[in-house]
């Protein structure tokens, strides 16, 4: 079948995800093999550029005045969020609802944790329910993982996708960032090559970031330059081997689908090293052939000089125990991204900010608001797309 008939049929009425091969969208010879989505760390630049393809279809549906396709219908998604949230929990419930499947959303404060029922014994309960995907989120890193490990030992087909799991990861969060960044500089084509070579700040509360963890690997992935920027307290030197001790300790997770990448290398040549980068900062892995470029900076401006991306962090107040800053007026002071301060940067300098927002903490006020630097609201935008994208590709790639 020809591309265009496929990519109709997908959209169309009676399309279910796994009888679709991915070489619908250009990828021929591919799978996705991934039945589940815990970290970024061994996603491979084939599997980011399928997620990307994929969300660029699905945010044609969305642009659709009627904005449903039946892609999962008669599946059944739950929603296990043991931590608030709101644009994560609400995106994920909408993106299911756009792609007809039934969706569960289990709400802590009313289950029966409070009887002492465990959180795997809560999941087998959605298990038994019918659950094909369960998004999970929870304060402590490895809950998601642990959910998989269960299922898997099971032998059932679901999928488990970690909606920010403690300070580990937020994998879905990172990849609606890139789709955000990618289809500003290619609206019809975002793929991750088109990142080779930017300058990417990411700033702030960087050691209790889930969410800076998985940018780190999507946009050193890409070629990018990551620069990190914060007070000492908040960006410990250790994070200088993030990736490489990371890495190692991802394989031990045991999940998730591990593929070699014939595509490795097709991205390009490293740039030439900035004068500043810190020790040990380059590290070649063994998921890309490009040395993944990372920088850590204890002052801010390094860090912005000449970016072409901004990513500011929220201070994460309720994981702070350790009066680790003099306060947020100083914090501000010295790291809060202000219009002024984009002046360091490129003249198109784009703004993210995962959210939630400290207004005038992390980020001016009125920058925030700014749509001629703030993608803030775009990334939310982004964020429906790419979580379709990601519930329709586990569904298809379940085995
Ligand atoms: N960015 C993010 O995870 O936001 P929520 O906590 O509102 O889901």
Redo the contacts with the bound molecule.
């Keep these: 079948m020809q591309s265009s008939e496929n990519r109709s049929v997908l959209m169309g009425q009676f399309m279910y995800a796994e009888s679709v091969p991915l070489s619908i969208f250009g990828m021929a010879n591919t799978t996705w093999t991934r039945r589940h989505i815990l970290s970024l760390a061994d996603f491979t630049p084939l599997e980011y550029d399928t997620v990307l393809q994929t969300a660029t279809s699905f945010r044609e549906v969305l642009s659709r005045r009627t904005k449903k396709v039946p892609t999962l219908q008669g599946q059944v998604v739950t929603n296990l969020f043991f931590?608030?949230?709101?644009?994560?929990?609400?995106?994920f419930e909408l993106a299911a609802k756009r792609l007809s499947a039934d969706i569960l959303n289990f709400a802590p404060g009313t289950s029966s944790l409070s009887k002492g029922e465990t959180i795997l014994d809560t999941a087998k309960t959605y298990l038994a329910m019918g659950t094909d995907l369960m998004v999970i989120?929870h304060r402590e890193a490895g809950v998601p993982q642990a959910i998989a490990r269960e299922m898997d030992r099971l032998g059932v087909r679901v999928g488990v996708l970690n909606?920010?799991d403690g300070q580990h990861e937020?994998p879905s969060?990172a990849l609606l960032d890139l789709f955000t960044i990618c289809t500003l500089i290619d609206p019809d084509d975002p793929r991750l090559a088109l990142l080779k070579d930017k300058k990417i700040a990411i700033v702030g509360d960087i050691l209790h970031s889930r969410?800076a963890r998985s940018n780190i690997w999507s946009l050193t992935a890409s070629g990018a330059e990551v620069h990190l920027a914060g007070p000492p307290t908040l960006l410990p030197k250790l994070f200088e081997e993030f990736v490489g001790r990371q890495e190692a300790g991802a394989r031990d997770w045991g999940l998730g689908a591990r593929k070699e990448e014939e595509e490795r290398g097709k991205i390009g040549e490293r740039s030439q090293e900035p004068e500043f980068k810190t020790q040990n900062s380059e590290l070649r892995t063994q998921n890309s052939l490009l040395p993944r470029k990372l920088f850590l900076h204890w002052s801010l401006e390094p860090a912005i000089k000449d970016a072409d991306f901004v990513m500011t962090l929220r201070l994460q107040k309720e994981r702070m125990t350790n009066h680790l800053l003099p306060s947020l007026r100083e914090y501000h002071q010295q790291f809060g991204i202000t219009r002024d301060r984009l002046k360091l940067c490129k003249p198109d300098v784009k703004v993210l900010h995962?959210?939630?927002v400290n207004r005038g903490v992390e980020i001016s006020s009125d920058l925030m608001d700014d749509p001629q630097f703030s993608l803030i609201s775009q990334q939310v935008t982004s964020g429906v797309a790419v979580r379709m994208a990601l519930l329709y590709l586990m569904c298809s790639g379940k085995g």
């Excluded at 931590?83 to 995106?91: D, F, I, K, L």
């Design positions: 931590e608030p949230s709101t644009r994560t929990r609400s995106s989120r909606a920010g937020h969060q969410v995962p959210g939630p």
